[in-house]
Nanobody, 128 residues
Framework: QVQPVESGGGLVQPGDSLRLSCTVP????????VGWFRQAPGKEREGVAC?????????????DYADSVKGRFTISRDNANNAVYLQMNNLSPEDTTVYYC????????????????WGQGTQVTVSS
């Protein structure tokens, strides 16, 4: 089963920044929708950010964010390294949780993300 691989989590202080990375072995991520989710204990899973896949010869249409992270988090792609990043700035303790990368591995898939592949998650802890 194909599974995204996340990295970049850790312990930071409030106001700090962190960048998470996601790759999916065997897939050129440019053509597939990729998103980041988080789920704190006792809370529902929250979609944090999504970037749609690019159709052949087309442009990428959709990037979407949860209201709670707009202006602080940015999802981006690095096609040279076949990776998708989540840049997280001005982190607060409320951002502490496990972050999951997910993808829809259908060509030119889009947002909102109907994920069919999930990573195992990376822990982000924001604490002074």
């Amino acid at each position: 089963q194909v599974q995204p691989v996340e990295s970049g989590g850790g312990l930071v202080q409030p106001g700090d920044s962190l960048r998470l990375s996601c790759t999916v072995p065997g897939f050129t991520l440019d053509y597939y929708a990729v998103g980041w989710f988080r789920q704190a204990p006792g809370k529902e899973r929250e979609g944090v950010a999504c970037s749609s896949g690019r159709a052949m010869g087309g442009s990428r249409g959709i990037t979407d964010y949860a209201d709670s992270v707009k202006g602080r988090f940015t999802i981006s792609r690095d096609n040279a390294n076949n990776a998708v990043y989540l840049q997280m700035n001005n982190l607060s303790p409320e951002d502490t949780t496990v972050y999951y990368c997910a993808a829809n591995l259908n060509f030119a898939s889009t947002c909102p993300l109907n994920a069919d592949s999930w990573g195992q998650g990376t822990q982000v802890t924001v604490s002074s």
